[in-house]
T-cell receptor
Framework: DTAVSQTPKYLVTQMGNDKSIKCEQN?????MYWYKQDSKKFLKIMFS???????INETVPNRFSPKSPDKAHLNLHINSLELGDSAVYFC?????????????FGQGTRLTVV | GENVEQHPSTLSVQEGDSAVIKCTYS??????FPWYKQELGKRPQLIID?????GEKKDQRIAVTLNKTAKHFSLHITETQPEDSAVYFC???????????FGSGTKLNVKP
C-alpha cells in the first residue's frame, strides 16, 4: 500500500526529447512537491503545489512544467531534455497544518539523459 | 531565503560508538527541523523531528538538540550499528506551506 508512488522508476532518454514523470499520493495530503537530487546527493526543491495551486517555483528552467490535475497527483513534464537534467527526481507530499509536518517521499525516478 | 549548512559531509565510526551531525540555519522564522535518513538507492525517510518550542527530543538511540539562539541543531546517534550506515539530511522549514530547505547530507559509515 504505497503512500507516494511515482512512475517510472528509471528513465533513459536522448537529449532534446520530452518526457513526463507521474506522481500520486493516497495519504489525503494537501501539499505535493518535486525535489531534484543530483550526483552529489543535494536535495533541492523545485516545485510545490497546495490544493492544485502552484505555491513554490524555485528558479527552475521553464522547460520543467508541473501539472496537478487534482490534489492527489502532481506530474512533472520536461521539454528539450539536457545532459544536466540527469538526476534522481523525488515526489513528496505533506499535510498543510500551518506548521511543519513530515514530508513523505516517493521512491524516486532516476533520469539519465544521453 | 533559508540557508542550511550541514557538517561533516562524511563520518566514519566504529560500531557501538556515537555519531554527531551538526546543522546551522539562517532564517530565524524557521520553526520545524526534521532529520531524514536515506539508504543507498532508497527514498529519504523521516527519523526524528523537533519544533522550535522544544530544546531536545529523544527516540531510543536517536536524539536531536536545538539551539534557537545560535541557530543550530544536531543529530546524535548512540550505540551505532552497521544498519545506521546511510546518508542523513537535516532540514529547516518555516512552516509556510512546509517549504523545506535541506542540508547537503552526511554520509555515515558504521564499521563492524
Amino acid at each position: 500500500d504505497t503512500a507516494v508512488s511515482q512512475t517510472p522508476k528509471y528513465l533513459v532518454t536522448q537529449m532534446g526529447n520530452d518526457k513526463s514523470i507521474k506522481c500520486e499520493q493516497n495519504l489525503g495530503h494537501d501539499t505535493m512537491y518535486w525535489y531534484k537530487q543530483d550526483s552529489k546527493k543535494f536535495l533541492k526543491i523545485m516545485f510545490s503545489y497546495n490544493n492544485k495551486e502552484l505555491i513554490i517555483n524555485e528558479t527552475v528552467p521553464n522547460r520543467f512544467s508541473p501539472k496537478s490535475p487534482d490534489k492527489a497527483h502532481l506530474n512533472l513534464h520536461i521539454n528539450s531534455l539536457e545532459l544536466g537534467d540527469s538526476a534522481v527526481y523525488f515526489c513528496a507530499s505533506s499535510q498543510d497544518r500551518g506548521q511543519g509536518t513530515e514530508a513523505f517521499f516517493g521512491q524516486g525516478t532516476r533520469l539519465t539523459v544521453v | 531565503g533559508e540557508n542550511v549548512e550541514q557538517h561533516p559531509s562524511t563520518l566514519s565510526v566504529q560500531e557501538g560508538d556515537s555519531a554527531v551531525i551538526k546543522c546551522t540555519y539562517s532564517d530565524s522564522a524557521s520553526n520545524y527541523f526534521p532529520w531524514y535518513k536515506q539508504e543507498l538507492g532508497k527514498r529519504p525517510q523521516l527519523i526524528i523531528d523537533i519544533r522550535s518550542n522544544v530544546g531536545e527530543k529523544k527516540d531510543q538511540r536517536i536524539a536531536v538538540t536545538l539551539n534557537k539562539t545560535a541557530k543550530h541543531f544536531s543529530l546524535h546517534i548512540t550505540e551505532t550499528q552497521p544498519e545506521d550506515s546511510a546518508v542523513y539530511f537535516c532540514a529547516a522549514s518555516s512552516g509556510n506551506f512546509n517549504k523545506f530547505y535541506f542540508g547537503s547530507g552526511t554520509k555515515l559509515n558504521v564499521k563492524p
